[in-house]
């Protein structure tokens, strides 16, 4: 309506739009960055307009419509206290990059809450998909004790589906914690990442007087 210059929007002059695609999936999702994309570029818009999301596929479609349009990527800083806004190519910083640093610090750490596997899962079924399997229990290392992989996935599967909330976390029992550490080392011995996303975790763990 304020694109229309409707009478009760004509003070309009700027829009933020916030991650307009929950829930959504790919299809839909590549829908709505294309038809938000081809109303802003109305020659008859005069809006001005920011738009955020972690949705890398969403970004990439936007990046691609608005050729000349400024694209930034905000991210903690390393430190941890603190934010960064640099500009970025057409492929950001994948967010299961940074789900994968937030899980080494907190195994390293041994703050384990039971939603950390919620994170887990979720980087387990995106690598799943970009290597083309069906599950993500394809990504989990079968080892002699567990030569299928299945209480592994059945585990990731029940912690993952309950009722954990980010405000009100409850702190994983210690053979659960011993599970998930087992679970997340093995996924990256298997598939490797750049060493150096998780120097400052190493660090920050290594006991004070005890060299690396």
């Known amino acids: 309506m304020a694109i229309e210059e409707a009478e009760a929007y004509q003070w309009v002059k700027f829009v933020y739009i916030d991650d307009p695609i929950s829930s959504l999936d790919e299809h839909n999702a590549i829908s709505v960055a294309n038809h938000l994309a081809q109303l802003l570029k109305r020659e008859d818009n005069k809006l001005k307009t920011v738009i955020s999301t972690h949705h890398s596929l969403f970004f990439n479609v936007l990046w691609n ?20 806004v640099r500009e970025t190519g057409d492929t950001p910083f994948f967010h299961h990059v940074a789900i994968l640093t937030e899980l080494r610090k907190a195994a390293d750490s041994g703050n384990l809450y039971t939603y950390h596997f919620n994170m887990l899962r979720s980087v387990l079924e995106r690598t799943a998909s970009f290597h083309g399997f069906r599950g993500f229990s394809a990504c989990i290392r079968q080892d002699d004790d567990d030569p299928e992989g299945i209480l592994h996935t059945r585990l990731v599967n029940v912690m993952s589906h309950g009722n954990y909330s980010l405000f009100e976390p409850s702190e994983m029992v210690p053979e659960n914690k011993d599970y998930f550490r087992r679970i997340l080392t093995d996924f990256m011995e298997r598939f490797p990442f750049n060493p150096e996303l998780f120097a400052d975790e190493a660090q920050q763990a290594q006991p004070a007087g005890n060299p690396q």
């Open 65 to 84: 419509e608005f050729g000349k349009a400024k694209k930034l990527f905000l991210t903690k800083a390393g430190s941890g206290s603190g934010y960064l």
